[in-house]
Nanobody, 116 residues
Framework: QVQLVESGGDWVQPGGPLRLSCATA????????MGWYRQYPGEERALVAT?????????TYIDPVKGRFTISRDNEKNTVDLEMNLLKPEDTALYFC????????WGQGTQVTVST
């Protein structure tokens, strides 16, 4: 069974850093592109950053996080991380990782709250 376990979420002040991690199991991790998503209260989940699978690594980011967030992966540990810097209140959300495939199952997410 596919497993996705996000961790690292916390309460942090604006401008601060935070690193999220996602441990995976149940699929051939290195073959899949991976993404980080976030969900605001009362809204649908939205893509934040992606990283390709296979031999050539390419990353993409939505405009609001460019220059502040960095996605990375470790194919030996089957993990994908999201390094977050210069955090803003609008980054407050529930964060998820997942494969970049249609209708993949979701993990529990990890909460990030940015406020004074």
């Amino acid at each position: 069974q596919v497993q996705l376990v996000e961790s690292g979420g916390d309460w942090v002040q604006p401008g601060g850093p935070l690193r999220l991690s996602c441990a995976t199991a149940g699929f051939t991790f290195s073959n899949y592109g991976m993404g980080w998503y976030r969900q605001y209260p009362g809204e649908e989940r939205a893509l934040v950053a992606t990283i390709t699978g296979g031999n050539t690594i390419v990353t993409t980011y939505i405009d609001p996080v460019k220059g502040r967030f960095t996605i990375s992966r470790d194919n030996e540990k089957n993990t994908v991380d999201l390094e977050m810097n210069l955090l803003k209140p609008e980054d407050t959300a529930l964060y998820f990782c997942n494969r970049l495939v249609f209708r993949a199952p979701w993990g529990q997410g990890t909460q990030v709250t940015v406020s004074t």
